[in-house]
């Protein structure tokens, strides 16, 4: 059974740091495209960034280029986001996702299996 599950959420004050990590378990993350979303209240699904197993590629949205990292362990059984320099705006629900290599890793539509979600709260 494929399962993800994402933690390393909570409250942290603006310009803090949190680093999310995403756990797979059933299947392996080699040969996958693995990406980050979020969603605040109200607002859509937006992608955060992703990255390819097959190539090592990373993707980042112009909104979080430069604070965050997204990056995986060795065996390949988790994918890590770093995010560092937290802005207010950065509030969200955030979601891992997992399929087999994709060209466009920023539709969450091309995903298949997604995690729980993990909530990240940037506030003062």
């Known amino acids: 059974q494929v399962q993800l599950v994402e933690s390393g959420g909570g409250l942290v004050q603006p310009g803090g740091s949190l680093m999310l990590s995403c756990a797979a378990s059933?299947?392996?993350?080699?040969?996958?495209?693995i990406g980050w979303f979020r969603q605040a209240p109200g607002k859509e699904r937006d992608w955060v960034s992703c990255i390819s197993t097959v190539h090592g590629t990373t993707r980042y949205a112009d909104s979080v280029k430069g604070r965050f990292t997204i990056s995986t362990n060795n065996a390949k059984t988790a994918v890590y986001l770093q995010m560092n320099s937290l802005k207010p705006e950065d509030t969200a629900v955030y979601y891992c996702?997992?399929?087999?290599?994709?060209?466009?890793?920023?539709?969450?539509?091309?995903?298949?299996?997604w995690g729980q979600g993990t909530q990240v709260t940037v506030s003062s």
């Open positions: 996702a997992v399929d087999h290599p994709l060209i466009d890793c920023s539709d969450p539509e091309a995903f298949g299996s």
């Open positions: 059933g299947f392996p993350l080699d040969y996958r495209t």
